[in-house]
C-alpha cells in the first residue's frame, strides 16, 4: 500500500510538471541594479486564484511555474517603488521577461499585493499567508505551523525557525503566556489566523537593538482574521469513548477576547486520554519570559532543583493519565504608555506509570533489572504579573512578578533483580517520594536612551526559591551502613526529610556609548549575590513503628552557603562592511564562605574572563556566527553538604565543601541561510565545550549500591556536538528535508578508587517529505534513525512514519498517522518492535458552528515501548507500557 501511494504521488508529479511552463525573469531599478525581495504573483485569470508566488533573490531572478495556453496577470512589487502588472498568456514555451521598476510613492498598492503573498519579508520579519498553506484539515496553530517553509514544530510544542528556538509568542502583539509556546501551539484555532509573523533578530527593548547582538532571538506573532477582533471567539470541545476497560472522556473548552485595549484567554482541559497540556517538565523550565541578567558577565551560578527526579511522560506515553486543567492570560493597555499583562495556570493530574528496565554499572559489569509500578499525584500553579512603562522613545520601566507551587507526591512499587559477580538475588522495594516547592521571581528594568550618543540600562533580578523533598525507601536489604542504624529488623525502612531556601539577586547597570553610528563601548558594573540555607535528617522506621533518629553528624546537614559575585565588564561592537565584532573582558572577583560542623570556609579571587561574537552577514538571509567564552562554573549548596543525601534507594550521596569552580571553554559557530527565489532554508551549528577542573563524581560501588561524593578533576571534559538541516519547498506544493546531529562526549570520573573515562556518542538522522494539495489527499513520509553508544554498548532505532490527511466533499476532513519503530542493541539481547497508528474523521459544512468527531488512539493496541539513557557510570534501557487503544466520539461548537 505504502508503495502504491508513493508511486500515485511521483505520477501526480510528473503530471504537474508535464503540463506546466517556467517563467524565468529579472527585476532591477532604473539604474539597472537588482532587486532583491521583490514580490512577484501570478494570477490565473480564468479562475481568480494566485497559480504561483516568488521573490526574487540577489541577483533580482524569479522564476514561476504556469499552467500552458492560460491568462496570466503577473503583479510585482517592492517596497518604494511603483508596481507593475503584466499581462501574459502562456503558450507551450517558457517566458524569459526583464522588468525595470521605477521609483515612486504608490506604496499602498506594492502592501497591498504583499498582504496577497504566501510568504514575504520586509527587514528582519518574514510574514505567511495562513490560508495559503491550509488545506482544510487543520484545526489548531500546530497544524499551520509545520506546513510553513522553514519552520519545525516538535513533539512537546516548541516551534524552532531556521534552526533558532522560537522563545515569545504574540497574538496581536500580546504576549500569549509569555515564555512558553506550547500552549499557544496547541490551542489557538487554525481558522481565527491570519497572518503569521517571524521576528528575527527580536529585542524587548528598542533602545538596545542596535547596541545587542539579538540574532538568536526569535519570537512569532499572529495576526487574527478581521472577524475575530473586538468578538469574543474559541469553541467548547466534549466527548466521551471507550477504551479496553475503562470509559474515556474529554472536555475543552477554550475563549479569546482580543481588542486594542485588552485581551483574554481562557482554556481549560479534563480529560483522561493522555492530553498533558502542560507536563511537570513544562512547568519547570517555563521561566516567564524572564531572562538572566548576568548572561554576558562571564559567570556561571544556577540554583539547582530537589525535585527527587519525580518521573514524567510525555502526552500518551503512560500506563495511565487523568488530567484536569485551567489557565487564563490577559493583557491591558492602560494608556498609551502602560500595559499591564499577565496569566494563571492551575494543573492536576493522576498518573500510572508501569516500567520494566535494566541497568549495567560500566566496567564492574553488574546488572540490575527493575520492574516497577508507580502511581503520582501532581498539582501545580504559577501566575505571573507584568508592567510595562513607555512614556517615550527614550524610556521604558519594566516590572514581573513570577510565582510557582506544587506538590506532587509519587509512590512506587518494584521487584528488583540484582546480579552481581553472577550472583542473582531478589527483593521487593517500597518508595515514596513528597514535595511542595514554592519560588518567587522578580524582574526590575530600567531603559534610558539620554540621546544620539548615550544609552542606560538597570536591571535586576531577585529569586526567592523553598524546597522540602521526602523520601521514603523500605527495603528487605540493608542498603548502606549508617551509623545509628538498627540492624535486623525485617524490613530496612529508610528516610530523610530536606528543607532547602534559596534568596539570589542578581544586578547590573550597563552604559552604552556610540563612537560611531556603527560602532558602540558598552561598560557594564554588575553583583550576583546568593545565599543558601540547607537542612536534612535521615530517620528510620523499626519494626515496632518507633522512629529511631540517626543523629551522627554525617547523617545531617545544617549549612548555610554564601556566594558573591562582582564585576566589571567592557565590551566593544562594530560593524564595517559585512562583519560585525563584539570582542570583551569582564574582571571579576568572587568570595564564597560556607559554614557547617561549627566552622567556616571561605575562598575568595579575581578571575579575568574573555568573549568573543562575530558575524558575517554574507547576504541578507545568509551568515556566518562565532562565539567564544570563557566561563567560570560554580555550583550551589546542593554539592557542598558534607552530611548524607538519601535521594535513591540504591544511591547515598556526600558533598564536598572545599569544591572550587570550574572553567569552561566554549567554541560555537553557526550557519544560516534562507533563500526565497526557491524556499530554501539550510541552517548548521557546530560546538565544542572543554571543561577545566570541573566538579565529577568519586563514587563507590558495593555490587550495585552507589555511594559518591564531587571532586575537582584535574583532567578535562570534552563535548563535541553539530548539527545541521537542509529544507526546501519546490512544485509549489511540495515540501523536503533532511537533517542530522551528532554529539560526542568525553567524561572523567573516579569509580572504585580508579580513574575511569567514559565516552558516549549520538547520532539522530532524519528525512521528510509532505505535500500540500487542497483538493487533493496530502501525505507525510518521514524516517528518523538514531544510534546511541555508550562506552561499547550501543542502541539502534529505525522509525519510519507516514500521516495521511484530506479534506473532501466540502465536509470532511481524515487525518491518520503511523509510525513504527524498530529497537534494539548491538547484541540483540535487548529487541523490541512497535508501532503506533491513529485516526479521526471529522464532519463540518463551511460556516456551519458545529463539528463531529471520531477519532481513535493506539489502533493497533502496543502495549510498550523503549528507551535509553547513559550516566558517567551506568547504561539503562527501559520498557514502559502506554494507554491501551481507546475511541472517543466528540463534539466541538464553535463561538
Not at 515612486?104 to 497591498?112: A, D, P, T, Y
Not at 562592511?577 to 572577583?589: A, D, I, Q
Request: aromatic content about 12%.
Amino acid at each position: 500500500m505504502k508503495n502504491t501511494l508513493l508511486v500515485v504521488l511521483f505520477m501526480c508529479s510528473l503530471i504537474s510538471v508535464a503540463q506546466s511552463i517556467r517563467l524565468d525573469g529579472f527585476i532591477k531599478d532604473t539604474a539597472g541594479q537588482p532587486l532583491e525581495m521583490a514580490n512577484v504573483m501570478a494570477v490565473n485569470q480564468n479562475t481568480k486564484a494566485m497559480d504561483s508566488y516568488a521573490i526574487t533573490n540577489d541577483k533580482g531572478k524569479f522564476n514561476l511555474s504556469l499552467n500552458m495556453n492560460t491568462p496570466y496577470s503577473i503583479n510585482i512589487s517592492y517596497l518604494g517603488m511603483k508596481s507593475k502588472i503584466l499581462e501574459i498568456v502562456t503558450a507551450q514555451e517558457n517566458i524569459i521577461k526583464t522588468v525595470e521598476m521605477e521609483a515612486g510613492g504608490i506604496e499602498l498598492e506594492g502592501v497591498e499585493i504583499v498582504r496577497e503573498m504566501p510568504v514575504s519579508i520586509k527587514g528582519d520579519t518574514i510574514v505567511y499567508n495562513a490560508d495559503s498553506f491550509k488545506s482544510g484539515t487543520e484545526r489548531k496553530l500546530e497544524d499551520v505551523l509545520k506546513k510553513l517553509p522553514g519552520v519545525e514544530v516538535n513533539a512537546d510544542g516548541e516551534v524552532e525557525v531556521e534552526g533558532k528556538k522560537v522563545t515569545k509568542l504574540m497574538v496581536e502583539g500580546k504576549d500569549f503566556f509569555d515564555g512558553d509556546t506550547k500552549l499557544g501551539v496547541k490551542n489557538i484555532p487554525a481558522d481565527a489566523i491570519d497572518k503569521i509573523q517571524v521576528l528575527r533578530n527580536f529585542s524587548e527593548v528598542g533602545a538596545l537593538k542596535g547596541v545587542e547582538n539579538n540574532q538568536d532571538n526569535v519570537a512569532m506573532n499572529i495576526k487574527l482574521k478581521s472577524g475575530k477582533k473586538n468578538f469574543w471567539f474559541g469553541d467548547v470541545n466534549a466527548g466521551a469513548g471507550v477504551a479496553h476497560e475503562e470509559s474515556r472522556y474529554v472536555i475543552n473548552p477554550k475563549l479569546f477576547y482580543y481588542s486594542p485595549k485588552y485581551s483574554v484567554n481562557l482554556i481549560s482541559n479534563f480529560n483522561n486520554i493522555g492530553e498533558l497540556p502542560l507536563t511537570t517538565q513544562d512547568y519547570y523550565k517555563m521561566t516567564g519570559g524572564f531572562r538572566g541578567v548576568s548572561r554576558k558577565g562571564g559567570s556561571s551560578f544556577n540554583v539547582s532543583s530537589n525535585d527527587l527526579g519525580i518521573s514524567g511522560m510525555r502526552n500518551n506515553r503512560a500506563k495511565d493519565i487523568e488530567t484536569k486543567f485551567g489557565a487564563t492570560n490577559f493583557s491591558y493597555s492602560v494608556n498609551k504608555a502602560w500595559n499591564l499583562s499577565g496569566f494563571g495556570i492551575l494543573s492536576s493530574s493522576n498518573t500510572e506509570l508501569e516500567t520494566k528496565s535494566q541497568t549495567t554499572i560500566i566496567n564492574s559489569g553488574n546488572q540490575e533489572k527493575n520492574q516497577q509500578e508507580v502511581a503520582q499525584k501532581s498539582s501545580f500553579g504559577m501566575f505571573k504579573l507584568s508592567s510595562s512603562y513607555k512614556p517615550n522613545t527614550k524610556l521604558q520601566f519594566d516590572y514581573d512578578l513570577l510565582s510557582k507551587f506544587s506538590k506532587q507526591d509519587e509512590f512506587a512499587t518494584l521487584f528488583r533483580e540484582s546480579i552481581v559477580n553472577s550472583v542473582s538475588k531478589t527483593e521487593d522495594i517500597f518508595t515514596a517520594k513528597k514535595q511542595t516547592p514554592v519560588s518567587f521571581n522578580q524582574n526590575l528594568n530600567l531603559y534610558y536612551t539620554l540621546n544620539d550618543k548615550n544609552i542606560f540600562a538597570f536591571e535586576a533580578q531577585h529569586l526567592y526559591q523553598d524546597e522540602n523533598p521526602f523520601y521514603n525507601a523500605n527495603l528487605q536489604s540493608q542498603p548502606f551502613n549508617l551509623t545509628d542504624y538498627v540492624s535486623g529488623q525485617t524490613r530496612n525502612d529508610l528516610n530523610q526529610n530536606r528543607f532547602v531556601k534559596t534568596n539570589k539577586i542578581d544586578a547590573k547597570i550597563d552604559y552604552y556609548y556610540m563612537l560611531t553610528p556603527k560602532s558602540n563601548i558598552n561598560l557594564t558594573l554588575g553583583e550576583t549575590y546568593s545565599y543558601q540555607n540547607f537542612n536534612s535528617h535521615i530517620f528510620q522506621i523499626l519494626d515496632n513503628k518507633a522512629i529511631n533518629d540517626l543523629n551522627a553528624v554525617e547523617n545531617n546537614n545544617q549549612v548555610t552557603y554564601g556566594f558573591n559575585d562582582t564585576y566589571l565588564g567592557l565590551h566593544y561592537k562594530i560593524l564595517t562592511g559585512k562583519f560585525t565584532f563584539n570582542p570583551g573582558v569582564s574582571l571579576h572577583y568572587y568570595d564564597m564562605n560556607n559554614q557547617q560542623l561549627g566552622t567556616d570556609y571561605k575562598q575568595s579571587f579575581v578571575r579575568v574572563l574573555p568573549d568573543v561574537f562575530a558575524l558575517y552577514q554574507i547576504k541578507k538571509s545568509e551568515s556566518l556566527t562565532y562565539n567564544y567564552s570563557l566561563t567560570n562554573s560554580f555550583t550551589d549548596i546542593n554539592k557542598l553538604v558534607e552530611g548524607y543525601v538519601f535521594s535513591n534507594y540504591n544511591s547515598l550521596s556526600q558533598g564536598n565543601r572545599a569544591l572550587e569552580n570550574a572553567i569552561s571553554q566554549v567554541h560555537s559557530l553557526r550557519y544560516f541561510k534562507y533563500n526565497m527565489y526557491n524556499l530554501e532554508n539550510i541552517f548548521a551549528n557546530a560546538t565544542y565545550t572543554k571543561n577545566i577542573d570541573a566538579v565529577k563524581t568519586r563514587s563507590i560501588f558495593t555490587g550495585i549500591n552507589q555511594s559518591s561524593s564531587p571532586y575537582n578533576s584535574n583532567l578535562a571534559d570534552e563535548t563535541l556536538s553539530g548539527s545541521g538541516n537542509y529544507g526546501r519547498s519546490f512544485l509549489k506544493n511540495y515540501k523536503a528535508s533532511v537533517g542530522a546531529s551528532i554529539n560526542w562526549s568525553k567524561f572523567n570520573n573516579i569509580q572504585n578508587n580508579v580513574l575511569a573515562t567514559t565516552e558516549s556518542l549520538t547520532q539522530r538522522y532524519s528525512i521528510k517529505a509532505s505535500t500540500n494539495y487542497k483538493n487533493m489527499p496530502n501525505l507525510e513520509f518521514g524516517y528518523n534513525y538514531s544510534i546511541n553508544e555508550y562506552n561499547g554498548t550501543t542502541f539502534y532505532t529505525d522509525s519510519p512514519s507516514v500521516k495521511l490527511d484530506y479534506y473532501f466533499l466540502k465536509a470532511f476532513s481524515f487525518v491518520s498517522e503511523y509510525e513504527f519503530y524498530n529497537y534494539r542493541n548491538n547484541t540483540r539481547t535487548v529487541q523490541n518492535e512497535y508501532d503506533f497508528l491513529s485516526a479521526s474523521l471529522i464532519y463540518q459544512k463551511k460556516g456551519a458552528k458545529m463539528e463531529y468527531k471520531l477519532s481513535a488512539t493506539n489502533i493497533l493496541n502496543t502495549t510498550s515501548l523503549n528507551d535509553d539513557n547513559f550516566s558517567q557510570f551506568s547504561t539503562r534501557t527501559s520498557q514502559y507500557t502506554v494507554q491501551p487503544r481507546y475511541v472517543i466520539f466528540s463534539m466541538k461548537y464553535n463561538l
